[in-house]
């Protein structure tokens, strides 16, 4: 079938990922999971990726190289930032952080975009880096896409996971911090969906009388 994704990817003369068994190639140990798993979402894909390489002689930049779909990508640079591990507040100019990354966008037509991003040498071999990663993958293959199928009781569910997440982490005040950020945004979403429904409730009232 020729679909809107196919022909974004025949026009930049890549494959298309949907065709590739990632459980069945050769990934970096440490971004398998990730890579596996966010092909899994409908609306990111992976071209080309490496963990990050800090060795005496093998000094490789984490990257990541995304085909995104366009209606999503402000969802995607906010899980982006969210990879980052967390800094040491810099008082002096110019405020750099202890972790950054680099995005760009290589090419796109009105349904798809290329992305790269690459991040600074520092997050090769940092757990938390890869951590945030599979975060980012199981967040958006969970309560994002229970969001977007309307499904209500799906994403009570994952607020309930959050919410043990937080305790389980207490000592950690990072992890607490990133569950409580999700926690927020999966009320809103609830929120969201409840005050859809009454719209859609009030629209058949007013239909009806």
Request: charged share 25%; net charge negative; aromatic share 14%.
């Amino acid at each position: 079938m020729i679909d809107n994704l196919t022909i974004f990817c025949n026009k930049i003369n890549m494959p298309d990922p949907r065709n590739t068994n990632f459980e069945g190639i050769e990934l970096d140990s440490k971004i398998k999971d990730f890579v596996i798993n966010i092909n899994k979402s409908n609306w990111i894909y992976t071209l080309f990726s490496c963990q990050g390489h800090n060795e005496e002689n093998n000094i490789t930049k984490p990257y990541f190289v995304f085909i995104v779909d366009n209606d999503r990508i402000k969802e995607f640079l906010f899980m982006i930032y969210e990879t980052l591990p967390p800094s040491t507040y810099n008082p002096k100019m110019p405020f750099a952080g202890d972790f950054e990354f680099q995005i760009s966008k290589q090419c796109n037509d009105n349904y798809y975009s290329m992305v790269a991003v690459h991040w600074d040498i520092k997050c090769a071999n940092n757990e938390t880096f890869y951590n945030n990663l599979n975060t980012m993958a199981y967040t958006i293959n969970n309560f994002l896409k229970a969001n977007n199928n309307n499904d209500k009781e799906h994403l009570q569910k994952q607020l309930n996971i959050m919410q043990r997440l937080q305790e389980a982490y207490s000592d950690n005040p990072h992890r607490k911090y990133q569950y409580s950020v999700e926690e927020k945004f999966i009320k809103e979403m609830i929120q969201q969906h409840e005050q859809k429904n009454n719209d859609s409730t009030y629209t058949e009232t007013e239909i009806i009388k």
